[in-house]
């Protein structure tokens, strides 16, 4: 009698002991789920590789560079915003966009100072500064101090890296006058 008692009450032990530690590692999955949805953008390599084209991720995510003259918007003149096409943040406006003659999309700031970063970059046997977008991180192009007034900067930027959305400027400019006044 006194034997299977002890038998089983070690296989309690066991079951609650299993028990237990199952319930405790499910609680650390959901924990790890939860801080990668919440940096939704600080994507794997897989993510991004199934979420951006080919040409996307040999730009946005290995710094590469299209041909001058060949990018959907070296030569675009519609008024709207341009936003990252790795993670749709708003970049730059048609507003400040001009033809560098570098064959390359190119503005003279981006729409907010906080949503491009920039980052020195040694490649190539040049000193280059690199933009990146805020959002995600993705490669944009290059930034050089040869631009036109007022700014003097020249945000050279892939069409690739770029997703195009057709807006009235004048319209949010009165907008924001009226807001103003
Ligand atoms: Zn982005």
Same mark, same amino acid.
């Given at each position: 009698?006194?034997?299977?008692?002890?038998?089983l009450?070690?296989?309690?032990?066991?079951v609650?002991?299993v028990?237990?530690?199952?319930?405790? @590692?499910?609680?650390?999955?959901s924990?790890e789920?939860?801080n990668n949805?919440?940096? @939704?953008?600080?994507?794997?390599?897989?993510?991004?590789?199934?979420?951006?084209?080919?040409?996307?991720?040999?730009?946005?995510?290995?710094?590469g560079?299209?041909?001058?003259?060949?990018?959907?918007?070296?030569?675009?003149?519609?008024q709207?915003?341009?936003?990252?096409?790795?993670?749709?943040?708003?970049l730059?406006?048609?507003?400040?966009?001009? %033809?560098?003659?570098?064959?390359?999309?190119?503005f003279?700031k981006?729409?907010?100072n %906080?949503?491009?970063?920039?980052?020195?970059?040694?490649? !190539?046997?040049?000193?280059?500064?690199e933009?990146?977008?805020?959002?995600? @991180? @993705?490669? !944009?192009?290059?930034?050089?101090?040869?631009?036109?007034?007022?700014?003097?900067m020249?945000?050279?930027?892939?069409?690739?890296?770029?997703?195009?959305?057709?807006?009235?400027?004048k319209?949010?400019?009165?907008?924001?006058?009226?807001?103003n006044?």
């Open positions: 009698m006194n034997t299977r008692l002890y038998k009450s070690i296989v309690a032990f066991v609650a002991t028990l237990f530690s199952s319930g405790y @590692g499910s609680n650390n999955q924990n789920n939860k949805s919440i940096n @939704g953008l600080k994507k794997s390599k897989k993510e991004w590789k199934a979420c951006l084209s080919p040409e996307e991720y040999q730009i946005l995510r290995e710094k560079t299209e041909m001058a003259f060949t990018g959907k918007y070296y030569k675009h003149q519609e709207g915003v341009y936003k990252c096409s790795g993670c749709g943040t708003e730059f406006s048609s507003e400040t966009k001009y %033809d560098s003659g570098s064959g390359w999309p190119s003279w981006p729409i907010a %906080d949503k491009v970063s920039s980052k020195t970059d040694m490649s !190539l046997s040049m000193v280059r500064t933009i990146l977008c805020s959002g995600c @991180g @993705g490669h !944009l192009g290059h930034v050089f101090n040869d631009g036109p007034k007022p700014t003097g020249r945000y050279c930027v892939n069409s690739v890296s770029l997703e195009f959305e057709a807006r009235n400027p319209f949010s400019k009165q907008g924001e006058q009226k807001e006044e």
